[in-house]
């Protein structure tokens, strides 16, 4: 069974750093492409990164450019979004998943919020 679980959320203060960790389970990291997106409250889905299979190439929005960092562990088959300098704009529940037509059931993400 395919599972995607989200972690590392949290309350911080602007110009605060989080990482997230997206735990995968039921197929391997290995060659898929997986990536970050996030929602606000009443807005659409948004990708925020993305590495990834073959060469761990990776793609920002930007929105994402120069704060966040995205990284794999094949080995843990876990994905991580390391984010910096971070925004009241960045409040949203954060997901992972794979885009495009391969993507699997959505988890239950994990909320992020900056405020102070």
């Known amino acids: 069974q395919v599972q995607l679980v989200e972690s590392g959320g949290g309350l911080v203060q602007p110009g605060g750093s989080l990482t997230l960790s997206c735990a995968v389970s039921g197929f391997t990291l290995d060659y898929d492409a997986i990536g970050w997106f996030r929602q606000a409250p009443g807005k659409e889905y948004e990708g925020v990164s993305c590495i990834s299979g073959v060469d761990s190439s990776t793609y920002y929005a930007d929105s994402a450019k120069g704060r966040f960092t995205i990284s794999r562990d094949n080995a843990k088959n876990t994905v991580y979004l390391q984010m910096t300098s971070l925004f009241p704009e960045d409040t949203a529940v954060y997901y992972c998943?794979?885009?495009?037509?391969?993507?699997?059931?959505w988890g239950q993400g994990t909320q992020v919020t900056v405020s102070s």
């Open positions: 998943n794979v885009p495009g037509p391969g993507a699997r059931s």
